[in-house]
């Protein structure tokens, strides 16, 4: 699924192109993805522009003139955007139509996003309220995760992955931080030092950097909203990789399943 870089990756193709445009309509041909789409959204961003777009975790947000639209891309959800009219094709759920013949496309095959409406301040919607710091942001650091994790026997993955605790570290990411950090996944947040936490904190961040930077990453069906692929799959060290030989060791990686996720890391290097 989209994971932080792959929406921040989004964000900055459409909002280049969607910010200050007046939204001429909505138009839905699903009532449904994750959960209803609002009814009155039409009535509602009728006539409004675009005054900020902004990603928080996962989620995208449009801040419009009455209004705020909140988007998350779910498992395949995709965002573009062109300037002719282009008939839609299956999947291709909604549309927002700007009054210059821009229009911005949501394509979701397995239906799993989500599309909501709010009128008051959009970081205390349900949706978004109780997340975590931004790992990207100021309020991030390895003290932080350090002081979050006392007497927490979950392992440290699912730890670095809990929204609540730090947004938008999903899968890929977590298991590349903890192999460039030295930390074996399974172990007890609980157990994990403040040194290693601050390591942590600073791999984190750097793995996601990265990530922006190349675009995100390509598994299956990710593509930015130029259509482009993610290329930071070929810099992936272990996530993808499990029984071939580690990088910096030579030995085999294992594979194990861990919070019903697919979890690679060397038994050599991290501990």
Same mark, same amino acid.
């Given at each position: 699924?989209?994971?932080?870089?792959?929406?921040?990756?989004?964000?900055?193709?459409?909002?280049?192109?969607?910010?200050?445009?007046?939204?001429?309509?909505?138009?839905?041909?699903?009532?449904?993805?994750?959960?209803?789409?609002?009814?009155?959204?039409?009535?509602?961003?009728?006539?409004?522009?675009?005054?900020?777009?902004?990603?928080?975790?996962?989620?995208?947000?449009?801040?419009?003139?009455?209004?705020?639209?909140?988007?998350?891309?779910?498992?395949?959800?995709?965002?573009?955007?062109?300037?002719?009219?282009?008939?839609?094709?299956?999947?291709?759920?909604?549309?927002?139509?700007?009054?210059?013949?821009?229009?911005?496309?949501?394509?979701?095959?397995?239906?799993?996003?989500?599309?909501?409406?709010?009128?008051?301040?959009?970081?205390?919607?349900?949706?978004?309220?109780?997340?975590?710091?931004?790992?990207?942001?100021?309020?991030?650091?390895?003290?932080?995760?350090?002081?979050?994790?006392?007497?927490?026997? =979950?392992?440290?993955? #699912? /730890?670095?992955?809990? @929204?609540?605790?730090? %947004?938008? !570290?999903? +899968?890929?990411?977590?298991? $590349?931080?903890?192999?460039?950090?030295?930390?074996?996944?399974?172990?007890?947040?609980?157990? =994990?030092?403040?040194? #290693? /936490?601050?390591?942590? @904190?600073?791999?984190? %961040?750097? !793995?996601? +950097?990265?990530?922006?930077? $190349?675009?995100?990453?390509?598994?299956?069906?990710?593509?930015?909203?130029?259509?482009?692929?993610?290329?930071?799959?070929?810099?992936?060290?272990?996530?993808?990789?499990?029984?071939?030989?580690?990088?910096?060791?030579?030995?085999?990686?294992?594979?194990?399943?861990?919070?019903?996720?697919?979890?690679?890391?060397?038994?050599?290097?991290?501990?």
């Amino acid at each position: 699924m989209p994971e932080l870089p792959e929406v921040e990756t989004t964000l900055k193709g459409i909002e280049k192109i969607i910010l200050n445009k007046k939204i001429h309509s909505f138009v839905s041909r699903e009532k449904k993805l994750r959960w209803l789409i609002p009814a009155n959204i039409n009535k509602l961003v009728k006539g409004n522009k675009i005054n900020n777009a902004f990603r928080r975790g996962k989620y995208i947000i449009f801040q419009l003139d009455k209004c705020a639209l909140i988007i998350h891309l779910g498992m395949s959800g995709k965002l573009r955007v062109f300037n002719k009219k282009v008939s839609p094709k299956k999947h291709e759920h909604w549309d927002l139509n700007f009054s210059d013949n821009w229009t911005l496309r949501y394509t979701d095959i397995r239906k799993f996003g989500v599309l909501d409406l709010t009128t008051k301040n959009p970081l205390k919607h349900r949706l978004l309220k109780d997340l975590g710091p931004e790992p990207l942001g100021n309020n991030f650091n390895g003290l932080y995760l350090f002081k979050k994790s006392r007497k927490k026997t =979950v392992a440290v993955k #699912q /730890f670095i992955m809990n @929204a609540k605790i730090v %947004v938008g !570290v999903g +899968n890929i990411y977590a298991n $590349e931080a903890l192999f460039k950090a030295g930390i074996r996944p399974t172990k007890q947040a609980g157990k =994990v030092s403040k040194n #290693q /936490f601050e390591v942590l @904190a600073l791999k984190i %961040v750097d !793995v996601l +950097n990265e990530a922006i930077a $190349e675009g995100g990453t390509t598994l299956k069906d990710y593509s930015n909203a130029e259509e482009a692929p993610g290329y930071f799959k070929k810099k992936l060290e272990v996530y993808g990789r499990g029984k071939l030989e580690c990088f910096t060791c030579k030995k085999k990686l294992k594979e194990i399943r861990l919070g019903n996720r697919s979890t690679i890391y060397c038994a050599n290097c991290q501990s």
